[in-house]
């Protein structure tokens, strides 16, 4: 032992309080390990300069001729049991750190507080040399008045522990309880935290979550259930309408395949039927987006297959307009021509019908014809690195062909039809002059064009390759050495 630690041991001893303090702070949260090995040290070390100036912890604290010395070295042992329990703490919340989780944290804390509460009742016993038996009696009295005034906090902590067993949900898992759904935060001993879809704090007590229906959406893992419900007209045939809405289940290329998604009736009235789209996407991040294209998809294809939904029937469009000129009222390009227009350019358009498989348009052929999607699913597949892949799927009301009438530029892509496909097909020698006289059409076309064009090519050229970074050891390992 250094002359100085054992001239003032004291000093010593309040200095490596300090430094532990500072160390503890100033050591990053990421550099766990390093924290509990300096925590270790700096108490091995103070256990030593008490020991050897004989401030024993398991004994009262000496100078009894001194009271000075006498409270200094009391406090002293003292803080040896509340250090000694700290750093066995944090030993233990490492250890389970390891192995449970963030889910353990309940636990480590109500441990932490086991052990505090033995080293305060050892220090008492030992240092201060009370009767501990009349300490545990006034205590256990003490007690069973603060349990009764803190019964619903205890219910909480009890609950908790329960939750923390059984791992009905963990960190960062989505989950619902009682209709509130979010992601869960943090579950400490008192609650449960959830960040809810509209980015609030929800703070929900565990005893409530205890006693809860929850609902995990998290697992399995890498699925996610999602719902939409529609209501059409009771007038309407159900087989109609359930092809319809399976088309549009196979437009959505987010839904997983497996398990498969399905459309189910779900109740019928006076007022109309309502019909279920259920499936599942791989993230959770996904639901908001399907469920909404799911649903403009399911609209579309209703509209094609002549059902309207409920809040749509007034609008529809009369029983008594042809399937060409119902389709011009609903195409996004071609919607913005006078009645009359549409009339005639609907007398123009010759119907065509496409078997599941079949080639609408192949890539690298240059069209005269513009195709408008009336009813189906039309797959789109690009080429990359000699491989074909599908990149899209189309729906009603979307055109094919465009890049021939405007540039007379090859189809990038192979239109091939996933479901039974009716198309209607305009020629060129009557659309052209049509997009002469018309700009505000031709400017329609050729923004899509564009916006083709560039979602192709950043879906087909290859990823930049990242240069490897070439070491010393890399050059031995290379040269076998």
């Keep these: 032992m250094p002359s100085f630690i054992a001239d003032h041991p004291m000093l010593c001893a309040v200095a490596l309080i300090l430094i532990d303090i500072a160390v503890w702070r100033l050591i990053s949260p990421t550099l766990a390990n390093w924290k509990l090995a300096a925590r270790l040290v700096i108490f091995a070390v103070f256990s030593a300069v008490l020991f050897n100036d004989g401030m024993n912890p398991m004994q009262a604290a000496p100078y009894a001729d001194d009271t000075t010395l006498h409270l200094a070295a009391t406090a002293l042992q003292i803080g040896w049991w509340l250090f000694a329990a700290r750093t066995l703490t944090v030993l233990l919340g490492a250890v389970m750190m390891q192995r449970v989780g963030h889910t353990g944290r309940l636990l480590q804390d109500l441990m932490g507080a086991v052990i505090f509460l033995i080293a305060i009742i050892a220090a008492m016993a030992y240092v ?93 893992a890498d699925m996610f259930g999602l719902a939409v419900s529609l209501q059409v007209s009771p007038h309407a045939r159900p087989q109609t309408v359930i092809e319809a809405l399976e088309r549009a289940m196979q437009g959505c290329r987010a839904l997983l395949a497996k398990p498969a998604p399905s459309v189910a009736f779900k109740v019928s009235s006076s007022g109309g039927v309502e019909y279920e789209i259920s499936g599942f996407v791989p993230a959770m991040g996904l639901k908001r987006e399907v469920r909404n294209q799911l649903y403009d998809l399911a609209f579309r294809h209703l509209q094609a297959a002549g059902v309207g939904l409920l809040s749509a029937t007034e609008g529809s469009t009369p029983a008594t307009v042809s399937g060409a000129r119902a389709l011009l009222e609903r195409s996004s390009i071609f919607s913005t021509l006078r009645q009359e227009e549409k009339d005639t350019f609907s007398q123009n358009m010759t119907l065509h019908t496409y078997r599941a498989g079949d080639m609408i348009l192949p890539a690298g052929e240059v069209s005269d014809h513009l195709f408008i999607i009336e009813s189906g699913v039309v797959s789109v597949m690009l080429l990359k690195g000699g491989h074909k892949f599908e990149a899209g799927r189309m729906g009603p009301g979307e055109v094919i062909g465009e890049s021939g009438i405007l540039s007379d530029q090859a189809a990038l892509a192979d239109f091939t039809a996933k479901t039974y496909c009716t198309l209607y097909r305009i020629e060129n020698e009557y659309l052209k002059p049509c997009l002469d006289a018309r700009h505000d059409i031709g400017e329609a076309m050729k923004a899509l064009l564009d916006f083709r064009v560039h979602a192709a090519q950043a879906l087909t050229e290859d990823a930049p390759v990242v240069p490897v970074k070439k070491g010393f050891l890399q050059w031995l390992k290379n040269r076998g050495l």
């Excluded at 960190?171 to 579950?187: A, C, H, L, M, N």
């Excluded at 205890?210 to 609902?215: D, E, F, N, S």
């Design 128 to 220: 201060l040399d009370l009767p501990v038996k009349g300490v545990l009696a006034t205590s256990g009295a003490v007690a069973i008045i603060v349990g009764l005034a803190l019964q619903s906090t205890l219910s909480d902590v009890f609950s908790g522990i329960v939750l923390n067993t059984t791992k009905p949900y963990q960190i960062d898992d989505w989950i619902s309880i009682d209709g509130t759904e979010g992601r869960v935060t943090d579950i400490d001993w008192r609650a449960t935290r959830l960040q809810t879809s509209q980015g609030s704090l929800a703070v929900i007590p565990n005893s409530l979550a205890a006693k809860a229906k929850i609902i995990n959406f998290s697992r399995p």
